[in-house]
């Protein structure tokens, strides 16, 4: 089966829309200008043209190649296709690195240290990590994340379900649908992060404390209503 991300390219802004209060947010920590920038899991790359025409030195890395693709053909900035697992090869440190659109639930879990410590490495002493993830713990409590069907052009419609899987994964259906019917499906294994849990996994690998909220507004995370989980760490310097 494709990989959902190279199928969906050319249609991916239709499907996930730029979110400002990501780029206000993100100010509060890009101070010094120009700011070295890593945006993990870029997708089509749109963030990092934001970022790179207010004139921040902005890299991005994907591993579905069609994306890639596309964002060097539309938008500014530097972008290399790479995995996760791959950023070591990255050269240089960064003022701020930024994981957003639940793009880390793709990372198994037994890659989670290598990657805690590859983004140590990168990160300047006083730069900022952020992540965004769906909130993992509203799954957990409720069995299910309710994103409502999107209305694509063309009269099709995107759908998305979130199944429990023996191995502790969940398997992220996604399906585009015309006149109710399928048109094109894709399954992808997901590894749910959690509040009681994760944080902790960045101060055992060395970052000095984190932060938690529940959306790009700062508002508290609450395990059953927020929209997302967003950790802020650093370094500590
Ligand atoms: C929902 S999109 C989010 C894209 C972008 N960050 C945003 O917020 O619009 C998830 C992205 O993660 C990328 N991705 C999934 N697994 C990855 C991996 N192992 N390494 C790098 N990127 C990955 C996908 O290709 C996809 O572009």
């Known amino acids: 089966m494709n990989f959902m991300y190279d199928d ?3 249609i991916y802004q239709q499907i996930f829309s730029l979110n400002q209060a990501f780029l206000q947010f993100i100010q509060t920590f890009i101070k ?3 700011s070295r920038i890593l945006d993990l899991g870029c997708g089509p790359g749109d963030y990092v043209n934001e970022l790179a025409r207010q004139g921040h030195q902005v890299t991005g890395i994907d591993s579905s190649t069609q994306m890639i693709a596309w964002a060097k053909q539309h938008h500014q900035g530097n972008f290399h296709h790479l995995s996760f697992t791959e950023i070591n090869t990255l050269k240089g440190q960064f003022d701020c690195i930024y994981c957003i659109g639940n793009s880390l639930s793709y990372l198994p879990y037994d890659a989670t240290d290598e990657f805690i410590n590859d983004v140590f490495s990168l990160l300047l002493p006083e730069g900022r990590f952020i992540l965004q993830l769906v909130n993992w713990d509203r ?3 409720a069995g299910d994340l ?3 069907v999107i209305q694509l052009t063309d009269g099709k419609t995107f759908h998305r379900t979130y199944e429990a899987h023996p191995d502790s994964t969940v398997l992220f259906k996604t399906e585009i649908q015309k006149n109710g019917q399928p048109l094109q499906t894709w399954a992808d294994h997901l590894y749910p992060r959690y ?7 960045f101060t ?9 909220y529940g959306d790009f507004k ?5 395990t059953e ?4 989980f967003i950790l802020i760490t650093h370094k500590g310097s």
């Open 225 to 228: 209503n927020s929209p997302a």
């Open 8 to 10: 969906i390219t050319t």
């Open 204 to 212: 055992d690998n060395g970052f000095k404390d984190t932060a938690i």
């Open 139 to 141: 799954y957990r409590l």
């Open 146 to 148: 309710d994103f409502p």
């Open 32 to 34: 010094k200008m120009p």
């Open 218 to 222: 700062q508002n508290p995370f609450g």
């Open 195 to 201: 509040s009681d849990s994760f944080p902790q996994e």
